[in-house]
């Protein structure tokens, strides 16, 4: 009989609490993402108009159009990132997927802030060839996360419906 809790223990909350928050670090990172979650639209409108006023205001070529695209790409790619290493529970299937293929965005959009500069349009051949040669393979690896992404979405739909129906 003494083995069984009161419901004065039961009713008492306090002892539920620290199981339930984990550590104080990750208990942050939540809040932090939770307060991101409510203002994120003020914060995307915000991005979109810089995104479309900046170069209009700013750029008279098509190099200035795509530095400031690959900026706004960047920073989103970079809060992905972020977000990604910063919450644990974030970490699930598929989400490393989304996560690589980020990174393989955030190089072809680095790709492109360099090519604005100039940087590969030396007067060698060599230098266009290895800077055309790293942006196809930035180009390349997104596009294969992304069939990788289709691929488990094909076979995570599969094998739930024939669970469903044939099982």
């Keep these: 009989m003494d083995s069984f809790p009161s419901e004065d223990t039961l009713r008492d909350t306090t002892s539920v609490i620290p199981r339930l928050?984990?550590?104080?670090?990750?208990?942050?990172?939540l809040e932090f993402w939770s307060k991101f979650q409510r203002n994120h639209r003020t914060i995307a409108i915000t991005l979109f108009l810089l995104g479309i006023l900046i170069p209009v205001?700013?750029?008279d070529r098509l190099d200035g159009y795509l530095l400031w695209a690959s900026i706004m790409s960047s920073?989103?790619?970079i809060c992905?990132?972020?977000s990604f290493v910063q919450v644990p529970q974030w970490r699930r299937h598929p989400s490393p997927l989304i996560f690589?293929?980020?990174?393989?965005?955030?190089?072809?959009?680095?790709?492109l802030i360099l090519n604005t500069f100039g940087v590969g349009e030396g007067t060698t051949d060599r230098s266009c060839?290895?800077?055309?040669?790293i942006t196809q393979f930035c180009l390349i690896t997104s596009e294969c996360w992304l069939v990788s992404m289709g691929s488990d979405l094909i076979k995570f739909f599969f094998i739930n419906f024939f669970l469903i129906f044939f099982c």
């Design 129 to 133: 060839t290895t800077f055309s040669g």
């Design 75 to 77: 920073i989103c790619l």
């Design 100 to 111: 690589y293929k980020s990174f393989a965005d955030l190089l072809f959009s680095i790709v």
């Design 21 to 29: 928050t984990g550590s104080s670090i990750l208990f942050k990172n």
């Design 57 to 59: 205001l700013i750029c």
């Design 80 to 82: 992905v990132m972020w």
